[in-house]
């Protein structure tokens, strides 16, 4: 049995818990109605905090939502910054309750503790897809890491006290330190190891071991409470069921987090969009007063109510036709930034273009420039969001773009030009001070025709080609352009290839690969899209298109569609 299939059974069978027969009582005391609450910012995908609207989310998050509703019991959530400054807030009693935490006497000595587990589930050592390290021999001068203020870190010490122990703030920071090759291995729980492997696509690293280590989540509270709200929520506790739970986790280690992007920003750059919210503007207000006077009219006139709720429903098919027209006329100016097919099929021996947005408009984007006979850019752009939010960034993206020919010194250096979007995206947005936090990540390809040279950079977006029927890669950089994070001076990393007549290459955003679907509604991945190239290699570009999408929305069934997708793929005569 495979380690992933088995930590799979492992959390199955921890999650059954004995059921419980008795009512959960609702008549907690009234003096008693809310309970303040702190959490782990970084651990997904158990929980984590929304950086736009500072919520709680994630597994933990929906577990004590079912609990507030069956108790009636108010939990209050306290963001912060780090899980150090949460347990300081615990201890110093400014805050009532952790939100979910394994037993230790040291905790016990302030704690009150649910009999029942939240979950359980194993600890597991992680490392780099390169290490052939057998476990059976020393840990001497090898560098384990932990993050800091997780209990697992205390066991692993005692476990192997001849390692080298190197602490982190965030399990994200662990490991991309695995990942660098910066420490040997990397001590975490295994659901979240799994989550940061499969969905957060860490694609260099590896569960090497489970090790005997076991987390018990529990639900904690200060001893000042009143014991009788620990008896409240352990019942609630007890009376979720294996399928609620298993649904719940299900949920939580599918889906992509998406940004909010704050388009106030974009209103003094691009009139459509000013366009678009002064209409959205008017419709509500003339929405709002309409449903006052309907109301006053029913109130003071109860008859001919069928009559009346017809005119309502007119009325809202029309503000509907209004903001779909609205839509549709964005779209057609979306549109008009999209290279022209001519222009593509003159350089290319063969090509083809699939641009899917999830809505009428979207945040995917392309562009092509020839910059003489034989040499030309190519870019594939996924922007922060989709639908209309998505297609505000687009068209800032198209005015950097735009200005990209004028900078000679840069126009055969993708990762140059990376570094071009990146510093003006921040610039023009004034991402250091403004509350919004707006990016994009890219793919750039400099195709020189006369050497046979094809030069690629790319910021979360890698380059597939077919070499001998298997599909290779020219690996992304993990680092996105123009978010408040990013640094004014990163410098992307650039990789040439000299290629063979016939090479087909694909440029895609994340869309497809991270479509839901199948009989347990998972992403396709990566591993499917390479053999769905793979098998269609010898066909024409135009058969390759049909049965990418085909294979698509098979896969896809009946699941809504995720996210824009974008996909490239050229032959080079």
């Known amino acids: 049995m495979s380690l992933f299939r088995l930590l799979g059974l492992i959390l199955a069978i921890s999650v059954t818990l004995q059921a419980n027969t008795d009512k959960v009582s609702h008549s907690i005391d009234e003096t008693i109605t809310k309970i303040t609450y702190v959490y782990d910012p970084d651990w997904r995908p158990f929980e984590w905090k929304d950086e736009m609207r500072k919520a709680h989310m994630g597994i933990i998050a929906d577990i004590l939502s079912m609990i507030s509703q069956k108790t009636h019991i108010i939990f209050e959530p306290i963001p912060t910054e780090s899980w150090k400054e949460s347990v300081k ?15 230790t006497k040291e905790r016990a000595a302030y704690l009150n503790f649910t009999k029942n587990n939240i979950y359980s589930y194993p600890a597991v050592l992680v490392s780099h897809k390169g290490n052939l390290f057998d476990l059976d021999t020393d840990f001497q001068g090898k560098k384990i890491g932990i993050v800091k203020g997780n209990s697992l870190g205390d066991w692993i010490r005692h476990k192997y006290p001849q390692a080298t122990f190197v602490s982190f703030d965030t399990v994200k920071e ?14 975490i729980n295994g659901i979240t190891a799994l989550y940061y492997i499969n969905v957060l696509e860490y694609t260099d690293t590896k569960i090497l071991t489970k090790m005997d280590y076991m987390f018990h989540l529990k639900i904690a509270l200060r001893k000042e409470v009143p014991k009788e709200i620990l008896t409240h929520i352990d019942e609630a506790l007890a009376t979720i069921s294996t399928k609620d739970r298993n649904n719940i986790y299900r949920k939580w280690t599918s889906i992509k987090v998406q940004r909010v992007v704050d388009w106030y920003l974009l209103l003094g750059i691009f009139a459509i969009v000013l366009f678009i919210f002064v209409i959205f503007w008017l419709i509500n207000r003339h929405l709002k007063k309409l449903v006052e006077e309907k109301t006053k009219a029913l109130r003071l006139l109860n008859e001919n109510l069928e009559h009346k709720v017809e005119e309502r429903t007119q009325e809202l098919a029309r503000i509907n036709r209004h903001m779909q027209d609205s839509i549709t006329y964005a779209a057609l100016i979306q549109n008009t930034i999209l290279p022209q097919e001519e222009e593509m099929h003159s350089f290319f021996k063969e090509h083809f273009v699939i641009w899917e947005p999830k809505d009428i408009v979207g945040g995917d984007i392309y562009f092509f420039h020839q910059i003489n006979e034989s040499q030309a850019l190519l870019y594939v752009i996924d922007c922060t969001g989709h639908g209309v939010s998505g297609a505000f960034v687009t068209m800032l993206a198209k005015a950097i773009e735009a200005q990209i020919p004028a900078q000679k010194e840069i126009l055969s250096h993708p990762s140059k030009i990376l570094s071009y979007f990146n510093r003006t995206l921040k610039s023009l947005l004034k991402q250091e001070s403004a509350h919004a936090n707006v990016g994009m990540d890219a793919g750039v390809v400099f195709i020189d025709k006369s050497t046979r040279s094809l030069t690629f950079s790319g910021a979360n977006i890698d380059l597939y080609y077919l070499h001998e029927g298997k599909t290779k890669k020219l690996k992304k950089d993990r680092y996105s352009i123009g978010y408040k994070q990013c640094r004014d001076d990163y410098q992307y990393s650039e990789h040439t290839l000299h290629y063979e007549t016939g090479t087909s290459f694909y440029l895609t955003t994340d869309g497809y690969m991270d479509q839901n679907g199948g009989e347990k509604g998972f992403p396709m991945g990566r591993k499917r899209f390479t053999i769905l190239l793979e098998s269609n290699a010898a066909q024409a570009m135009s058969q390759q298109k049909e049965q990418l999408q085909k294979a698509l929305l098979l896969y896809q069934g009946s699941e809504e569609r995720n996210d824009d997708i974008t996909i490239v793929g050229f032959r080079l005569p």
């Open 89 to 103: 807030l615990v201890k110093t009693g400014k805050a009532d309750m952790f939100s979910a935490v394994p037993y």
């Open 174 to 187: 662990g490991f991309h330190a695995i990942e660098e090759k910066q420490i040997d291995f990397f001590g």
